[in-house]
């Protein structure tokens, strides 16, 4: 299957020239630092190495704050044992953040030593943050450290981008009714988790088309088509009718745990992302769009790999087509253990789950839960 935006370097080098730099004028005798706003990015020109207080944002609480660079990626990892139950995407990610546009992320240390971190990314057109990656060392979890790199990180992004107005996360647990009273609860989606070795996802793939041709999904006149292109998308996701046809949550498109509106400025994240996309090809008003996001390597169980699909709509026929398509894509590209986590609208989920049963190296990996998608003022 074709797969969408590859081959597009024009595209996403034309997002350099909106690149901001300025330059800090210093007395003569000190250094000069020259600071790329998009990527929050200081380097010393005056030696090869940047010191710690070129990079430093400020202090609170008996800690300091500063802007995260390539050479911390050691101590981040440190810090980040059993997050996310060995589902951690940072250290995948971490060095890409270090360039992506739009991208903050903040370390906090006390006495030289790393004990926290948080990164938002801006998005919607600069309108919109979106808060990840927040983790404490082991050792201070549960003293309300997490709180006070959040209350910095608020603070900061409004210093950098005033015009922020909206702060979004998603979150795969329920925090209660207390912490939940402090945002606005937007959506919740249902999940399903499969584990398997990728020696078993042939078969695992062969079981599910033939589930298919031995329902009525396969007589159904409903089937899916590649998104192929910047422009296909561009229609597919800005139809005004579109969040309302497929039940979108929130209104959003939430690509591997971020959420972003349906506008124009938000396309070329989306084209960064090297993302495989099919949508209901019955008619010009479709009822069904899915993703997914290239297998990536995660922590878990000394190293496995982590897939994201992502359905969108409530028709079970294509969603059982959908995911049987992006399974059948990855499966010849998949090495080891494979953790796959299946978002959709909670309708659909126990008949996926069904769906997905009675194959003896792909199982379901853990009980319902959910991806909650929230929101506040930052």
Not at 3 to 21: A, P, V, Y
Not at 29 to 57: F, K, L, W, Y
Not at 59 to 70: I, V
Not at 189 to 216: H, I, M, N, P, T
Request: charged share 25%; with cysteine.
């Amino acid at each position: 299957m074709p797969r969408l935006f590859k081959g597009w370097d024009m595209i996403l080098n034309s997002f350099t020239s909106l690149q901001e730099f300025k330059v800090h004028a210093r007395p003569r005798g000190e250094t000069c630092h020259i600071t790329h706003r998009q990527n929050h990015m200081t380097v010393d020109t005056s030696t090869p190495r940047v010191t710690m207080a070129s990079h430093c944002v400020g202090e609170s609480d008996g800690l300091t704050f500063c802007l995260a660079r390539p050479e911390d990626y050691d101590d981040v990892m440190a810090i980040s044992q059993d997050i996310y139950g060995g589902n951690d995407y940072l250290p995948h990610r971490y060095h890409s953040w270090m360039t992506e546009p739009g991208r903050v992320v903040i370390i906090a240390r006390r006495d030289r030593k790393l004990v926290a971190l948080e990164s938002g990314l801006l998005v919607d057109g600069g309108e919109t943050v979106i808060v990840e990656g927040l983790r404490v060392c082991p050792n201070e979890r549960g003293c309300g450290l997490a709180g006070v790199i959040q209350r910095f990180v608020d603070g900061y992004i409004k210093r950098v981008y005033p015009n922020v107005k909206i702060k979004r996360l998603t979150r795969g647990d329920d925090p209660g009714p207390e912490k939940l009273s402090k945002f606005t609860l937007l959506a919740r989606r249902a999940v399903l988790s499969l584990l398997g070795d990728s020696e078993g996802f042939d078969g695992f793939v062969s079981g599910l088309k033939e589930k298919l041709v031995g329902s009525d999904e396969s007589n159904s006149s409903s089937r899916l088509v590649p998104v192929k292109d910047l422009e296909a998308l561009k229609t597919l996701l800005l139809d005004s009718d579109l969040s309302s046809r497929l039940q979108l949550p929130g209104g959003a498109i939430i690509q591997d745990w971020q959420p972003l509106k349906l506008m124009e400025s938000n396309l070329h994240i989306l084209a960064r992302r090297n993302l495989t996309w099919f949508v209901d090809g019955s008619s010009e008003k479709p009822l069904f769009m899915s993703l997914h996001t290239p297998p990536y390597p995660i922590p878990f169980n000394g190293g496995s790999l982590r897939f994201n699909i992502d359905l969108y709509g409530t028709d079970t026929s294509l969603a059982k087509k959908a995911l049987t398509a992006h399974l059948n894509i990855v499966k010849s590209e998949i090495q080891g253990l494979v953790l796959v986590h299946i978002y959709m609208h909670q309708t659909l989920w126990e008949d996926l789950k069904q769906f997905c049963e009675g194959h003896e190296t792909v199982k379901q990996f853990r009980d319902y839960w959910e991806q909650l998608f929230l929101e506040r003022e930052p």
